[in-house]
């Protein structure tokens, strides 16, 4: 999946259990930049593995699901 063109549909569709901060950062329309601003302040969920720090694909997009608790 190519960040520059990842939509939140095919997030929801994708079978990866993280996505990065380019592929959150597309499907929102926003800046990477704004994406690590949300996850150092705690607003996404982030997991860091050594040096990377991916986003669980599952809690990313329950922030965007109107039925979510």
């Known amino acids: 999946m190519r960040a520059s063109t990842v939509t939140i549909d095919q997030l929801r569709a994708s079978r990866s259990l993280v996505i990065t901060r380019a592929e959150a950062a597309a499907a929102l ?3 990477p930049r704004t994406v690590t601003a949300g996850i150092e302040n705690g607003n ?8 990377r720090v991916v986003i669980p694909r599952e809690k990313f997009l ?3 699901d109107p039925d979510a608790e």
Do not use: A, M, N
């Open 62 to 64: 329950r922030l965007f």
């Open 29 to 31: 329309g926003v800046d």
């Open 44 to 51: 996404i969920p982030s997991v860091k593995l050594g040096r």
